[in-house]
Every structure is written in structure tokens, then in C-alpha cells.
């Protein structure tokens, strides 16, 4: 992973389409649409209601996944290995069935966004004390 | 189900880390990430280009692209979790890259010597785009080196744009790198606020 002949793990080989698109169509039914719109960085943590019986293997993991902390989209996909447009799908319908919520709201001020940036700032200095950042 | 602490309150922020293929992105996103990086899947339909236009067919193409993902959080001095998406290589797919730098603070264009520019069109996307970019050169060991005044050149790019050496397998040196890239989001929102002011 670290070598310097560039063996970004997400270009090393060409991506197997037809199998990706498989997996897609079994674990939504063939449908490619979520009806909420999710982008990769939404963040969903446990609904109010638990999970009715017999839902698909995939949808329960994704439950339990949001259950144990709160996860943004991309990482539920990654961790699932199955491809984001199949994740929005499932994630949509749990979401209708009160499994799973948006649990923070997504509004930003021009002020809460420089609050926001002086913690990164400050967290990322405190775990790395021996980071140095390049002025300006 | 068992319960783990819930980090309900940390505020979360995206970065993207982009540039060409072999660049180091996967490597600088783990060196950092509380989570091995995840590589994730998505599926994209294209309209292709059609080699049967003639008889007005038009074939949708299906194509899958990959992206890095990895996070980092904390409860002090404020809860914050931070995501951080890998782009694939090539701004091919733009409509993707969209996507992925959608809700983004800002981004790092990460960059090898030997092949500067592999690098350009992430650059030239980001500035099109208007989000605040850093550039920073992943030091390959045995490469000829470069100065910073020659790189700056080849990727004529506005000079506040920042751009430092590093090493994508430091943490330490990669934490540097998004602490400057932050830095420069903040830099660049309060001249922005003082230009609306005056």
C-alpha cells in the first residue's frame, strides 16, 4: 500500500462491472432510485421504530451498523462492500420505516462553519503535535 | 444490541483528497483514518457516445468508479468527525466528482514529481469548482527533486494557493498537510466576509 510504484488500493485493477451490478440488482430488486436523497456524506444513526422481521440480510447489517454509531453513507457502503446506489436504496426504505434517522440536522451559518474549522484545527493539532502546517 | 458510546454530538466536516493515479491518496487517507480506508463502489450510467447514432439508438453504459473513504474523530477540545474522501484518478466522470466534493470544506491536491501532471485536472477542477485546494507534493523517495517555485509554475495556479512537500505514509506530515488545507478554507472565508463587508 505504501510502495512508491502507486498502488492506490481503489484504481490498482480494473473494477469488475458486471459483478458490481449484480450485486446491485439482487439486494434492491432491481431498483436503482432511492427516493430520499442521500449524498455520500449523510450521516444515519438509529430510527424510533425497531426493524420489522424478515428484512434482508443487508438491511439488518445496515441497522446494526448504524446502532453501534452514527455513519455516513460511504462508509456503510464500503463496509457492506456493495455498491452506494444499493446502500441509498435499502438506507431509503429504512428510513420510511422509521429504522433509521438523519440524526443531525444539516444547517450551516458562515460563523458555525469558522467554529467548525478552528476545532478541526485544534483536534488535529492536539493528536498530532508534531504536525506542522505550512503558513499561509 | 449492544451499545457502543454514541458520538451524536461530534460535528462532522468532509475533505477530499484528489490527484492522479498512484499519487499516494489511499496512503495518506490511512495514515490518518481511525478506519483502514474503505474503498467503495458506485455504479454510474453514461450515455455513450453512439457509435449507432445513425439509427438513433442510443446505448446507456454502465460503469463502475471506486472511491476512497476514511474517518477521524475526537471528543476534545470539540467533537468533531472528520470524513475524508479519495477521488478516483481522472476526472473522467465529472458528474461523480461532483458528488464526492459535494458539502466538502475543501480539498488536497496530492502530487508525485515524476508525473506532476497526472495532477492538473484535479487542480483545474477544484478551481473551476471554487473550493479551497492545497497542493501537496508526496516526496517518493529517489525522486529528482523539484522546487517549490518550479511545481508552482507547472500548475499555474493562483499563488495563494498553498502548496508544501509531505509524505502520505507520516501521519504526523499528512496531518500537516489538512491542517494547512483548513487553515486556508478559514483564510479564504474571512476575506470573503471582509470583501462582503466593505
Not at chain 1, 434517522?101 to 478552528?118: N, T, V, W
Not at chain 2, 498553498?162 to 476575506?191: E, W, Y
Request: proline share 6%; glycine share 8%.
Amino acid at each position: 500500500m505504501n510502495s512508491p510504484t502507486g498502488q492506490d488500493s481503489l484504481e490498482a485493477e480494473a473494477l469488475d462491472d458486471t459483478a458490481t451490478i449484480v450485486r446491485l440488482y439482487a439486494v434492491t430488486d432491481g431498483r436503482t432510485r432511492a427516493r430520499h436523497h442521500l449524498a455520500l456524506h449523510t450521516v444515519l444513526g438509529p430510527g424510533r421504530r425497531s426493524p420489522r422481521p424478515g428484512l434482508a440480510e443487508e438491511s439488518v447489517r445496515i441497522v446494526e451498523l448504524c446502532g453501534q454509531r452514527h455513519r455516513p453513507l460511504a462508509e456503510l457502503a464500503g463496509t457492506l462492500a456493495l455498491p452506494v446506489t444499493a446502500v441509498s436504496v435499502l438506507v431509503s426504505d429504512l428510513i420510511d420505516a422509521g429504522a433509521l434517522a438523519f440524526p443531525i440536522p444539516d444547517r450551516r451559518s458562515e460563523d458555525s462553519d469558522l467554529q467548525l474549522l478552528h476545532a478541526i484545527t485544534a483536534g488535529l493539532k492536539r493528536r498530532h503535535p508534531n504536525a506542522t502546517a505550512k503558513a499561509g | 444490541m449492544t451499545q457502543f458510546p454514541q458520538p451524536a454530538t461530534r460535528a462532522t466536516a468532509k475533505l477530499v483528497i484528489a490527484g492522479g493515479f498512484g499519487v499516494g491518496k489511499t496512503t495518506a487517507i490511512g495514515a490518518v483514518s481511525d478506519i483502514t480506508p474503505l474503498r467503495t463502489e458506485e455504479v454510474l450510467t453514461t450515455q455513450s457516445t453512439a457509435t449507432d447514432s445513425l439509427r438513433g439508438i442510443e446505448d446507456k453504459t454502465t460503469t463502475t468508479v471506486a472511491f476512497d473513504f476514511g474517518r477521524v474523530g475526537w471528543d476534545v477540545p470539540d467533537p468533531v468527525e472528520l470524513y475524508l474522501f479519495g477521488t478516483p484518478g481522472q476526472p473522467r466522470f465529472w458528474s461523480f466528482w461532483h458528488d464526492l466534493s459535494e458539502g466538502a470544506l475543501g480539498a488536497v491536491v496530492l502530487a508525485d514529481t515524476r508525473r506532476l501532471e497526472s495532477s492538473f485536472p484535479a487542480a483545474d477542477f477544484f478551481e473551476q469548482l471554487g473550493l479551497p485546494f492545497v497542493i501537496a507534493i508526496n516526496r517518493f523517495p529517489g525522486t529528482t527533486p523539484r522546487t517549490a517555485v518550479e511545481i508552482r509554475e507547472a500548475f499555474d495556479v493562483d499563488e495563494q494557493v498553498p502548496l508544501m512537500f509531505c509524505d502520505a505514509r507520516n501521519a504526523d506530515s499528512v496531518a500537516g498537510v489538512l491542517i494547512t488545507l483548513v487553515q486556508h478554507i478559514a483564510n479564504t472565508k474571512s476575506a470573503n466576509s471582509a470583501l462582503l463587508d466593505a
